[in-house]
């Protein structure tokens, strides 16, 4: 392939992507269908198929793009920065509201909670499992799974968008919620 024709190909692939976030970030996640999609992008239905093979396979992409976009912050395995990761998630789902709100009642949820959500998760264990070295395996699985909802989109649109709380009142809540967890399982940690 041709260095121009590779560049064709990012570059219509970057589009289409592009143009699926647009209609998430200014509609809603019923719009995305192919069709929206194509026009959206100015092309035809048909060059959409020719770059993915199938809507899974396309839903996937728009999903890593989304993904990238919200660009949520990485989390250190110390407990200074799990603690910090309130303020920090819930900002980037706010500076990208639309998009994170879309994403959460489409078929890109799961795709990606699968892909995006793995390694933070993984840390989050690891942290509880060191910090909490002496609670029982249950109680970790516990705290782990209550730190891990509170840290997702999820919690922020229940605070933000259903409760009606400001930002800085939906992080304070997750924050001592974080502690609370933590605390539960006999770790030590700093007032916030």
């Known amino acids: 392939m041709?260095?121009?024709?590779e560049m064709q190909t990012r570059l219509t692939n970057q589009l289409i992507l592009d143009s699926a976030l647009e209609l998430l970030a200014a509609r809603s996640a019923e719009a995305l269908t192919v069709r929206a999609i194509a026009k959206q992008a100015g092309m035809s239905e048909r060059t959409v198929f020719r770059y993915y093979a199938s809507r899974d396979e396309l839903l996937d992409a728009i999903a890593a793009a989304l993904t990238a976009r919200l660009a949520l912050p990485a989390l250190e395995e110390t407990l200074?920065?799990?603690l910090q990761m309130p303020g920090r998630m819930f900002a980037r789902y706010e500076e990208e509201r639309a998009l994170t709100v879309?994403?959460?009642h489409s078929d890109l949820f799961e795709r990606?909670?699968?892909?995006s959500g793995t390694a933070r998760w993984a840390a989050i264990e690891r942290i509880v499992k060191r910090y909490a070295a002496e609670a029982t395996a249950q109680e970790q699985l516990i705290a782990t799974a209550n730190i891990r909802y509170l840290l997702t989109a999820t919690t922020w649109h229940y605070y933000r968008v259903l409760y009606g709380l400001d930002q800085d009142t939906a992080v304070t809540c997750v924050s001592r919620a974080l502690h609370q967890a933590l605390q539960g399982v006999g770790v030590h940690c700093p007032a916030h």
Request: glycine share 0%; aromatic share 0%.
């Open 80 to 82: 200074e920065s799990l």
């Open 112 to 115: 990606i909670v699968k892909t």
């Open 2 to 5: 041709s260095r121009l024709s």
């Open 102 to 104: 879309a994403a959460l």
